[in-house]
């Protein structure tokens, strides 16, 4: 028996808020696991200090689905973000644990590769579509075979995706929500022209990806994805809220671009429809916010049996620890399709010790036993907790809308 003596939250903030559970064994074994849910850091850390350590001490490590069942099966109230993340910081860090207890890097423990590395998009976005296109330019030069393009929309004074800081996009960029304001008709009519333009620019081949944040109907997003057939975009992700997941058989009538979604699902059941009517091709759902490793390769079978590939969440909301728990996922299962992935700072790089590397396009977990992460608690300890929001978004009238 390996058994847990000890576990604790580090709350830290080099440059943006990073939650991370920290589990110690018998035999001085560590793990750790990303816990990060954007805005709402303190409610998860609360949870897994006041609800879940407590139940974790004195439990076999080794036992991972029987300590998943537990928290989550266990638990009267079930899934959510809040729950759904620090069972998700649980289980990353028990696999972190039993990889090390084994000597092998975790992917090894999953199955093996399915593949040498993990493809790879990042960011490029401007206030105008030039700008855009001059850092997906760069983009292309450093290998990356997949972007996602996002530019400003004419008449609207700040977009989603756009940012000063460029490789560092953070939206939680306030002390309380700061205030968008939206216009649908502005926006089908921007994008359309950024994607013309990019397959001038760029080429045909790059993989072309964009982000819509949830922000249509069922309809404009059947529209804007007529739109874009031409220029064969990668995906068009997160066209509507998915709560009603029925809405995108109403899009798949209207486009044959692919979609995806599911950067904010937390579960199984979020998505089990879209996945069962093939009504998506990519899912999005991520280690952290979905139940950990244990879970999301439940999610990635399901999606396997329907022809539906994942594209995990990869924005620099998710730590280290998370980015290399998703990459030992993505080489090990055969329905990968692409990864998220954003740089974090320097200071974030610095607290966060990571193994993975880039290299033509591709992300690459490493050799090191684990995860092949470790944190510095003593430098984590400099960068205290800020609290800051996600913005908030209203239509031109006023109205609160999706942001």
């Known amino acids: 028996m390996l058994k847990i003596v000890s576990a604790k939250v580090i709350i830290t903030c080099p440059g943006r808020n990073f939650v991370t559970l920290k589990i ?77 207890a084994a000597g092998l890097p975790l992917y090894q423990l999953l199955g093996g590769r399915c593949r040498e590395g993990a493809m790879v998009y990042s960011h490029a976005n401007g206030t105008t579509i030039e700008e855009t296109l001059e850092q997906a330019i760069s ?39 700061t205030e968008n304001v939206w216009s649908t008709e502005k926006y089908l009519r921007s994008v359309p022209a ?11 081949d790059v993989h072309l990806l964009h982000d819509v944040h949830h922000r249509l109907t069922p309809i404009e997003a ?29 899009i798949r009538q209207h486009t044959t671009t692919p979609l995806a979604v599911g950067e904010i699902f937390n579960s199984i059941w979020d998505c089990k429809q879209l996945i069962e009517e093939q009504l998506i091709d990519y899912i999005r759902a ?75 396009g591709m992300l690459h977990p490493g050799e090191m036993p684990g995860l092949g992460v470790e944190i510095d608690e003593k430098l984590a300890a400099k960068y205290p907790y800020k609290r800051a929001f996600l913005p908030v978004n209203r239509l031109e009238d006023g109205t609160l809308y999706n942001w």
């Open 194 to 204: 950024l994607f013309e333009k990019a397959r001038e620019v760029l080429g045909w």
């Open 286 to 360: 991520t280690v952290v916010h979905a139940g950990g490793i244990t879970h999301l390769r439940r999610i990635a079978a399901l999606a396997d049996l329907h022809n539906v590939r994942t594209g995990c969440h990869g924005a620099t909301d998710l730590s280290p620890v998370c980015m290399s728990a998703a990459l030992h996922f993505d080489v090990s299962i055969p329905n990968f399709g692409i990864q998220e992935w954003m740089h974090h700072t320097k200071e974030t790089d610095e607290v966060f010790r990571r193994t993975y590397t880039f290299k033509d």
């Open 24 to 100: 110690e064994t018998s035999d001085g074994l560590t793990g750790i696991g990303d816990a990060t849910l954007n805005g709402r850091e303190l409610s998860v850390a609360s949870y897994l200090t006041d609800h879940v350590i407590p139940c974790l001490i004195g439990r076999d490590a080794h036992n991972i689905e029987d300590t998943w069942q537990y928290l989550y099966r266990g638990a009267y109230w079930r899934r959510g973000p809040v729950t759904m993340s620090a069972i998700a910081a649980v289980d990353t860090a028990l696999w972190d644990i039993k990889a090390k």
């Open 139 to 177: 983009y292309k030069e450093m290998g990356y075979k997949a972007i996602r393009l996002q530019s400003g929309v004419p008449g609207l004074k700040s977009t989603y995706g756009v940012s000063g800081t460029k490789l560092f996009y953070e939206p939680a960029d306030a002390d309380l929500p």
């Open 222 to 250: 059947g529209r804007l994805g007529k739109d874009l057939e031409p220029y064969r975009p990668f995906w068009l992700e997160d066209t509507v809220v998915a709560e009603n997941q029925a809405n995108f058989r109403l």
